[in-house]
């Protein structure tokens, strides 16, 4: 039975390695003595190469090092946490706490390439604090000092103000890593929608294109953000934002057409009762050209486009509309000739266009009165309205409206909420995944008197809050709270002043505190299964069982693991019948070294391979 290294257990894929591995299959003649010939790999790309000293390029201090800490694997682990959850043991939502990118990392093996929709709203770089540090150290311990879980020192937030001389490089030393990391979680199919402001859309822009590909540019939404105008402005009254979206693969990647409005159904009328229904009157001519030749109708009319346009239609196609009364001369027949466009020839929907006013999809009032419905007035700053989410949703629904949609900077959790509210509203099982740092409010802040501590609880309160006013249907109403922390399983550190304590401490691989559902849910990443899989919990000859996933995974941390549990573990096989079972046991629950040693064959015998112990 092959034991889990300490120290690798907890790591997520190592993605240098991948890529070179990618790289190997397909030029594996660049390879000498396993590392990558870079004068072999460049004659192998030929004219692909461009080997001029001046190219164009998005740089700036710190670029490298922010690839890189994207490449780092995480050691860190989520932490179920029931009690803060609603409808654990039911829902399929996820709400994780804490820093963002170890979160991310983390779900690269049980989340790759499976999220329909990211939708974030990062820190718009307003020379404020920076929640999340600008120095390059270990996320994770940084995480745990910011969060009290280890000591501080001297760790703290500094302001990123203009005057820094960094002011910009900082904001993209964040976002640089974070973008890649995630795009790994995007299906095919799949897009990112990222709200901005002008301070940095451009330089958003730019990083884009590269993590995601120029060619991948969907839209540069423009979001009328507030109805107001700011007298008080120096130049102009700033009343948008800018959604950029960008597509995993572009060709993969649809959007739906939305509902046509009242206002744009009023526009068809059938006048005239024609037996195609209602329609529009249209222009014949285009907006432009040099074409101007005269037709005659059938009842006299001589028509001529206006000057500087053109037909739309030769003879032939305009004798067949007016064979078949699809031509309009006004009520007396005599005046311009439009063509009737028919409601049912066209698209059952309309195209969406690129500029979104608030009329469409809600404002920052409104958002802000979305709050204080719930009962948490005042306790976040610029929350987005769920209009704006829930049509972006809709847009990217395409056909099945059961897809993931991911939002690693969840705030107040708006995401969440428009999640839940349209799948209520059209019946889908769209699901969310929040992250938000518990980045703390100030004493004196309004969130602080409502007893909420930090701007993940801010999140968390309000999904409770909107599902209570959501109930009596059918829809997902829950989420299960995850939290970041350090692994549950002890690294391997001896002592050289005391190996004798360092080797009995071996022998107990897992940290004290850390319960048989912690260890579960690491090992649940580390295999790259869902985190909302369903658990149970059985009793095997007196010793507990937790199965997850239908059989997927079985976890036994049992202290006295003898062959009748180990037999009645191999059964489960059996009686779930998954397609693959992994089996993990606590190295030093088992009786004994003969229990240890049959307990591998009996379960191969079940059609079992995966066996580990920790």
Known sequence: MERLNPNMAGATPDTVRENVERVKAIFPEVFIDGKIDFDALRAALGEYVDRGPERFSFTWNGKSRARQLAQTP?????????????????????FIEGENLEVLKLLQKSYHRQIKLIFIDPPYNTGKDFIYPDRYQDPLQAYLRFTGQTDDQGFRLSANTESSGRYHTNWLNMIYPRLQVARNLLREDGAIFISIDDTEVANLRKLCDEVFGEENFVANLVWQKKYTRANDARWFSDNHDHILCYARNKEAFAVRLLPRSGEQLAAYANPDRHPKGPWKATPLHAKSGTDNSEYRFRNGVRWRPPAGTFRRYNDESLRRMEENDEIWFGEDGRQTPQRKSFLCDVKEGVTPTTLWTYAEVGHNHEANNEL??????????NPKPTRLIRQICLLTDTDDRDGIVLDFFAGSATTAHAVLAQNVADGGTRRFIMVQLPEPCGEHTEAYRAGLKSIAEIGKERIRRAIGTLKGTEADLGFKVFKLDSSNLKPWAPDTHNLERSLLDALESIKPGRSERDVLYEVLLKYGLDLAAPVEERRIHGSKVLIAGAGALVVCLSEE?????????????????????????KDAGFQDDVVKTNATQILRQAGIDEIKSL
């Not at 995480?74 to 996820?94: F, H, I, K, M």
């Not at 204080?372 to 700053?381: A, E, P, R």
């Not at 003898?562 to 993990?584: D, T």
Request: proline letters at 5%.
């Open 74 to 94: 995480s050691l860190a682990t989520l932490r179920p946490c029931p009690e803060e959850s609603v409808n654990w043991d039911t829902t399929q939502n996820l």
């Open 372 to 381: 204080k419905q719930l009962g948490l007035d005042g306790v976040f700053s």
């Open 561 to 585: 693991i003898s062959l009748s549990v180990v037999s009645g573990i191999a059964a489960l096989k059996a009686e779930l019948g998954p397609a693959a079972m992994r089996v993990v046991f």
